[in-house]
């Protein structure tokens, strides 16, 4: 893929890059880190052919199964909360999805496992890491609620689908100190949190509403 391709032209351009950037600001996103690996990770490269032109609004979009990309705000909030805690060095997601969020947590952690359950988005996501030289991403086909206790502990996870409840095989796998953001609710209210692993279980701060696909289990 050509470096025109990653920069982008007309509704992809730099330009438009650095208008969802101004509008993150205004919605109240602070962290420098996190607007720097939105604004240099290419979205439209994330998203079918036909909606590239709207990669830069500030919108989820559908990727096909019955899921979709987040929209930018919602991606650089629950990164952004992930690295308020404490050091992440190692970060696990549950559900790469198009690979939009996972190419952001590559920018700022040093080694990121994501976990997709859907053959083909799995697939995808593995050839637009290749296709962007992105290297410290460890891809796992499977049932993300189950994470990847052999890599555990983690420093961070991200989950991008809501359980109905905090899933505490995946709290087992933080390092105590360690972060987890997830939705959690049904498909009519969720609520966004951050789960924080401590010596004898863990505490949790509940956020704000959010709407995400359900978390859901078994492969495809």
């Known amino acids: 893929m050509s470096s ?96 939009y969020q996972t190419a952001i947590l590559s920018r700022l952690v040093k080694r990121v496992y994501s976990v997709e359950r859907i053959k083909s988005l799995h697939l995808q996501a593995r050839r637009r890491f290749q296709e962007l030289h992105i290297r410290n991403i460890r891809l796992q086909h499977r049932d993300g609620g189950m994470g990847l206790p052999e890599y555990a502990p983690f420093d961070g996870i991200l989950v991008t689908a809501a359980p109905e409840g905090i899933p505490l095989a995946l709290v087992e796998q933080l390092r105590v100190g360690g972060c987890m953001i997830l939705p959690i609710g049904n498909r009519s209210e969720q609520v966004l949190v951050r789960v924080i692993r401590t010596r004898t279980g863990y505490e949790k701060e509940l956020l704000e509403q959010v709407v995400f696909v359900p978390l859901l289990g078994g492969t495809l």
């Open 4 to 99: 025109t391709m990653h920069r982008g032209i007309g509704m992809t351009s730099q330009r438009t890059r650095e208008r969802l950037i101004q509008r993150l600001r205004d919605e109240g996103i602070g962290n420098r880190a996190v607007l720097d690996a939105i604004r240099h990770t290419p979205r439209h490269i994330f998203v079918d052919e036909a909606l590239a032109s709207r990669a830069y609004e500030d919108t989820a979009l559908p990727i096909g199964q019955g899921q979709t990309i987040s929209q930018p705000f919602i991606v650089a909030r629950m990164t952004e909360l992930l690295l308020e805690v404490a050091s992440m060095e190692t970060v696990l997601e549950i559900g790469t999805g198009s690979g």
